[in-house]
Each structure stands twice: as structure tokens, then as C-alpha cells.
């Protein structure tokens, strides 16, 4: 399939996918309703549902897919692992902790306090991940073991915080499995700005990538640190992940499979994979997300189980596949 058919027929979906988040709900409304409430015209408690419910968790879900996307392929850029994923090398662990002391009461900040307290968490993980990986001709496995285990022990410290302090069980699942329902405008705002600075960045050392690609003893005779631009990346994808865990908690698989995707639509140009999976990413979750909230309505499920379920076999097909 020729790769700008790819690109329409994955723009129109993720349009679709915005629709559907837009008109679909548990309100019965008419599409003519719907558009009279858009342009606030209409009945009021429709205008609310619409303007402060499924407009910014729509937007939400699409930014926080699009941080975990241009996340995901930083780190595997940098690193050259196939298995490099945000929240599985445990840099959104650090997030979860600091709001899993959030939610226990142990910590107790403003909303902007704890934004920047989840970005903070994912910054120290990831300086931790990037001074256990800054020796010089370390390979893609061993940063991948390392990551793995740096990722279990983020988890094992969340969980005994969660266990520390009386959290609400919709609070428990809300972190570490995945929700949208608080969404609201204050947090686009927050993941909009992550995303943009981060994405700006990326963009320019997305040359650096070409040479690490090569190896890191190559690399270095081109002129490019492998360790300076591991440590950027890192860097940008902590905050982004940061922000994504402050957003929608715990989302697996995002992370890690967007820039395969991305690779089989775009190609393997490091920009044209950086763009590409900030797409996917998001267009990933905003369908994960409608699943999640309209399958099995008026119950939700949990926006990561959804991510888990669509991810998993993809992974394990891409796996296989590669060489």
C-alpha cells in the first residue's frame, strides 16, 4: 500500500474516532442537537456535557497518545532497543509514585504542584536509567534489561505506597490501569505545552539519530555523543511521560508500539518516525479510549486494559517479524 494512501486512510480514521467522541454518549442527542450545542446554541446541560466533558477528553486522550508516541520512539531511537517504552523502562513509573502519594494523602499540592511534581518524578527515574546506560558501546539489550528492571522496581514502590495509604479502589485503577473521566481543559493546556516544546526539540537533534543508529563507536567518530543525545532523550521523553501519567495514569503499550507502526507507514527516516508516531500515538488512544467508554456503557473500562488488549497481539506479531 503506497505510503500516502497509508497517511489519508489513517487521517480519516483518527477524524472518525474524533467524531464518535464528540456525538457518542450516554446522552441521548440528536446530531442536530449535538451541533446546536456546539455552537452553543443549544440546550444548555448538552452544551456543558459537550464543551466540558467530551471535548477535552477527547483532546486529552489525543495528546496524552501523542506524548507516550513521541516518547516511545525517543527512547528507541536513543537506545536502539525495539523495546523501548516509557512507562515499561519504569520513566512513567516515577509519575505513578508521586501521584500514588498524591492519592494516599502523603502529598498534598495545587494542581499546577502536581503536574510539575509528575514530570519532576519521570525526570529523576530517567537521570537515574541514564547514568546506569551512560557507559560507552553499551548495547540495545543491555539497556533493555536494564530499563525492564528499573520499570519493576517503580512499580513494586507505587504499589507499596498505594498499600500504604487508604486509596479509593477507582483511584488505584484510574492510576495504574488507565482513565479520561477527569479530563478537563486545564489539562490540555499543560500536555499541549509539554508536547509542543518537546516535539520542537526532538525535531532538531532528529539529524543525531542517523549516525547513533550506526552504533555508538561510529557515532562517535561522526561527531554525534551517543551518551548526550541518550540523555536528551530521555530528558523529553520523561516529561512527556510525565505529563501523559498526570493526564490519563498508566497506559501501556502506546509507547512501545507506535514507532513500529510508524516504521511500516512512514518509513525509517527519524523524523519521518518521530512525526509518524505522535499520529499514531494518539489516534491509538482516542480508540482505545471510545472502546473503553462505550463498549460495555454505562460501565467504563480501563483505558490501559484496552491498550493491553489492542497492543499485545500487534506486539507479539511484530516481534516475530523482526530480524
Not at 494512501?5 to 457518542?24: E, P, S, Y
Not at 520513566?91 to 492519592?103: Q, T
Not at 499546577?112 to 546506569?132: E, Q
Not at 530521555?234 to 507506535?258: D, E, R, T, W
Amino acid at each position: 500500500m503506497n505510503v500516502k494512501i497509508r497517511c489519508v486512510a489513517l487521517f480519516i480514521a483518527g477524524t472518525l474516532l474524533i467524531l464518535i467522541g464528540m456525538f457518542a454518549g450516554p446522552a441521548n442527542a440528536s446530531i442536530q442537537e449535538v451541533l446546536n450545542a456546539l455552537s452553543r446554541s443549544g440546550d444548555t446541560a448538552l452544551s456543558t456535557i459537550i464543551w466540558d466533558m467530551r471535548i477535552p477528553r477527547v483532546l486529552v486522550s489525543m495528546l496524552t497518545g501523542a506524548c507516550l508516541g513521541l516518547a516511545g520512539v525517543l527512547i528507541q531511537l536513543s537506545t536502539r532497543s525495539p523495546l523501548g517504552d516509557p512507562n515499561l523502562f519504569g520513566i512513567g513509573g516515577g509519575a505513578a509514585i508521586f501521584l500514588a502519594a498524591v492519592a494516599a494523602g502523603v502529598v498534598t499540592m495545587a494542581n499546577f504542584g502536581v503536574f510539575a511534581g509528575s514530570v519532576l518524578s519521570s525526570l529523576l527515574v530517567a537521570a537515574f536509567l541514564s547514568f546506569l546506560i551512560s557507559k560507552e558501546n553499551i548495547g540495545p539489550i543491555k539497556i533493555a534489561i536494564i530499563g525492564l528492571a528499573v520499570g519493576a522496581l517503580t512499580i513494586s514502590i507505587g504499589t507499596s505506597v498505594i498499600s500504604h495509604g487508604r486509596v479509593f479502589p477507582t483511584q488505584v485503577i484510574g492510576l495504574v490501569a488507565g482513565s479520561f473521566t477527569s479530563s478537563n481543559w486545564v489539562t490540555v493546556y499543560y500536555l499541549s505545552s509539554t508536547l509542543a516544546l518537546c516535539m520542537v526539540g526532538s525535531v532538531i537533534i532528529a539529524k543525531r539519530f542517523y549516525p547513533i543508529i550506526l552504533g555508538d563507536v561510529l557515532s562517535k567518530s561522526l561527531g554525534v555523543s551517543p551518551i548526550k543525545t541518550r540523555s536528551l532523550s530521555m530528558g523529553m521523553a520523561a516529561a512527556l511521560s510525565g505529563a501523559s501519567v498526570y493526564a490519563g495514569g498508566v497506559i501501556g503499550f502506546v509507547g512501545l508500539l507506535s514507532p513500529h507502526l510508524a516504521r511500516w507507514i512512514f518509513g525509517n527516516s527519524p523524523r519521518n518516525l518521530i512525526i509518524g508516531s505522535v499520529w499514531i500515538g494518539a489516534f491509538a488512544t482516542v480508540l482505545a479510549d471510545q472502546l473503553a467508554r462505550l463498549l460495555f456503557a454505562p460501565v467504563e473500562l480501563p483505558v490501559g486494559m484496552v491498550t493491553t488488549l489492542m497492543g499485545a497481539p500487534m506486539m507479539i506479531y511484530l516481534a516475530l517479524k523482526i530480524k
